[in-house]
């Protein structure tokens, strides 16, 4: 038998591998999951009986083109349902986007630290990643993203708020920054965490998109709806960027019961906006007690705050797993903290206050 293996893309080499939040231990006395943004919160009602039912045509291979859910996205935002692309999970779009629009010699461009899957998907693509630092407040700095932009140029990711630090970009210097980019660069404006904004300075992506042919919002099901083990996300982006995700979308990626439980949530909307609402003031109590505790904390948009914790990062996240709550730890720069259930938040926050204390 010949020893050689097959070959492999070259672009794969030195690929950072995604780095899942570390689940909660399964033993012990308690252990909170504050580590990947999701919802503390059980799916939203109907949502269980129709998955459920939905179950009951396992046999079967889904709605490939997810007409129902494109319809019932397409009325509530106002776009054309051809406007309208799905697919599995908003990560799963964002590839989609990538692999429509960059390849080897081309260049995409996000802020960083932001989203640890945009290099990932970048670089599996075969273009370059241009990563341009957030500024010292943890903020997009659009200006030096704008003089970025060369003529190779295809994507550029705006992560608003910006995970892992929760901050924002308002609507005066994303306007400014959308105005300085060729109208054959394509914008992303990631927004997985857009219903937990309450500045009324951000602007909805969706607003901007209806005047710009080259911007296209991604949305996501995942984190206030709460069905992040479903793989749902959403693109709203005008043509030909739309007609480019349906043909890039792997067939029958997203399920039937992902489809139907999205529908069913998008109906559940006064529940999911009373928790939604809940979270807020959880996160508000949060960011307020670490700064009481001295903790500078940026002004953060989404379910989750982040601590710039520096050489202290895995020291800290590790005193908070032996407290009960898992967290998701940058080495060397940071924290990154869910806003969870009110007995998890304490327990971070009791476990901050000692921390600090010791600083
Ligand atoms: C900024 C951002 N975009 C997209 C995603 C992907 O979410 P999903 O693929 O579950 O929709 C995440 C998940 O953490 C995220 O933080």
């Not at 570390?22 to 999701?38: C, I, Q, R, T």
């Not at 704008?146 to 929760?166: K, Q, S």
């Not at 007995?343 to 000692?354: G, Y």
Request: proline fraction near 7%; charged fraction near 25%; glycine fraction near 8%.
């Amino acid at each position: 038998m010949s020893e050689t293996s097959p070959k492999l893309r070259a672009e794969l080499e030195g690929i950072p591998t995604y780095k899942p939040g570390k689940p909660a231990a399964a033993e012990g006395p308690v252990a909170y999951k504050l580590s990947s943004n999701e919802n503390p919160y059980p799916p939203l009602s109907g949502v269980m009986e129709t998955v459920t039912a939905a179950a009951c045509s396992l046999n079967r291979y889904p709605d490939m083109a997810c007409t129902a859910l494109t319809a019932e996205l397409a009325d509530r935002f106002g776009v054309p349902a051809s406007h309208v692309a799905t697919g599995t999970g908003s990560v799963g779009v964002a590839q989609q986007l990538i692999q429509a629009t960059s390849g080897p010699g081309d260049e995409v461009i996000y802020a960083w630290r932001s989203f640890e899957a945009y290099p990932i998907i970048t670089q599996i693509s075969g273009a370059a990643s241009v990563q341009v630092p957030l500024t010292p407040g943890d903020v997009h700095d659009l200006d030096a993203m704008a003089d970025a932009i060369t003529d190779r140029t295809r994507l550029i990711f705006v992560c608003n708020p910006n995970n892992p630090t929760g901050t924002v970009v308002r609507r005066a210097e994303l306007e400014r920054f959308l105005d300085r980019v060729p109208s054959d660069v394509l914008v992303v404006l990631d927004e997985a965490y857009r219903e937990f904004i309450r500045d009324a300075e951000v602007p909805d992506g969706v607003t901007l998109y209806r005047e710009r042919p080259n911007v296209c919002v991604l949305r996501t099901f995942s984190k206030a709806y709460g069905l992040a083990g479903l793989r749902v996300g959403f693109a709203i982006a005008h043509e030909p960027v739309a007609a480019a995700l349906r043909k890039t979308a792997v067939p029958f990626g997203v399920s039937q019961l992902a489809q139907e439980a999205a529908i069913a949530s998008l109906r559940a909307e006064d529940e999911l906006l009373g928790r939604v609402g809940s979270l807020v003031c959880e996160r508000t109590r949060v960011v307020d007690a670490l700064r009481a505790q001295g903790w500078t904390v940026p002004e953060t948009q989404a379910n989750f705050v982040w601590l710039r914790l520096g050489e202290r990062t895995v020291a800290f996240a590790e005193a908070c797993e032996r407290a009960g709550v898992v967290i998701r730890p940058f080495p060397g720069e940071g924290v990154r903290v869910t806003v969870g259930e009110a007995e998890a938040n304490d327990i971070f926050l009791k476990t901050a206050e000692a921390f600090r204390k010791e600083m």
